[in-house]
């Protein structure tokens, strides 16, 4: 498949690219950045949340053959006020979709966060995809409003849209809420794969985690979809140390976004 793939200098899209490239897709990145040293992908460097310059990008690789999918990776990953949450994860998302609507470009696989259900306490047992939204910060906030945006164009286009809600996407668990929320490296790319490979998913959300022993959430809707995570955090279970927060973090399942510590005016 030919992949745009957006945020690609970025902690998931450094990795992301390479793996789709091993699997023997033509991928293209796109970021506000120039390409990290090595890189031997086409690159297009722009700011997804400027309309004007993601449509030059599509209509640039056009002349290049048919553009099969957008992998949407960009996005400040942390908490900001809430219009720069909305620009970095809605309106980035929003261009995207108008140009593949305008380039038929069929599918986009988006990277969502645990945070759009942040706010639900763990206490509440295994989430599920049928979880209402409940965010835990303005972050989580503007994920909730991305995912609702592919509900938007999936239904009204045909687009076919996966959002995965990724946990804590790291070479390694650091904590003891990473034992439960850990995605690796090599999961991260069996995700995407199978995101960007399930026939016909229409709109479709996901947990994007690792096979943990200790997960807290439903692995089932992406395993309807073909992904079949092979890691596990329990292996790393010996040698993550007890922090005081740890207890704060295991309220709800956002851990610490949800602490009173990323409260602020929006
Ligand atoms: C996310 O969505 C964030 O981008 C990342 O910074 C971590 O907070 C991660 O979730 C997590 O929940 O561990």
Not at 39 to 58: G, L, N, P
Not at 134 to 160: C, I, M, S, W
């Amino acid at each position: 498949m030919r992949v745009l793939v957006t945020g690609a200098a970025g902690s998931l899209g450094r990795v992301i690219t390479v793996g789709l490239e091993a699997l023997g897709h033509d991928v293209v990145g796109l970021d506000l950045v120039p390409p990290p040293e090595g890189t031997t992908i086409t690159w297009h460097e722009a700011d997804c949340a400027d309309a004007d310059a993601v449509e030059a990008v599509f209509a640039a690789l056009s002349t290049g053959g048919r553009l099969d999918a957008v992998v949407h990776l960009a996005g400040v990953p942390e908490e900001l006020s809430l219009p720069a949450e909305l620009t970095s994860h809605v309106v980035t998302t929003a261009a995207l979709l108008d140009a593949m609507v305008a380039h038929d470009v069929p599918r986009i696989v988006y990277a969502s966060s645990n945070h759009a259900v942040g706010r639900t306490p763990r206490a509440d047992g295994e989430l599920t995809v049928a979880a209402r939204p409940r965010p835990d910060t303005y972050y989580g906030v503007a994920k909730v409003a991305a995912e609702a945006l592919l509900q938007l164009f999936a239904n009204r286009h045909g687009l076919d849209a996966v959002s995965c809600r990724i946990g804590s996407f790291l070479e390694e668990p650091t904590s003891l809420r990473g034992l439960s929320t850990w995605l690796s490296h090599g999961d991260g790319v069996r995700m995407v794969e199978a995101a960007l490979t399930a026939p016909a998913p229409g709109f479709a959300v996901l947990y994007g985690i690792s096979a943990n022993t200790r997960a807290w959430w439903d692995l089932e809707p992406g395993r309807l979809l073909g992904y079949e995570p092979q890691d596990d955090a329990e292996a790393y279970a010996d040698r993550i140390e007890r922090r005081p927060e740890d207890e704060a973090e295991a309220e709800f399942v956002g851990g610490p976004f949800a602490t009173a510590h990323f409260h602020r005016p929006a």
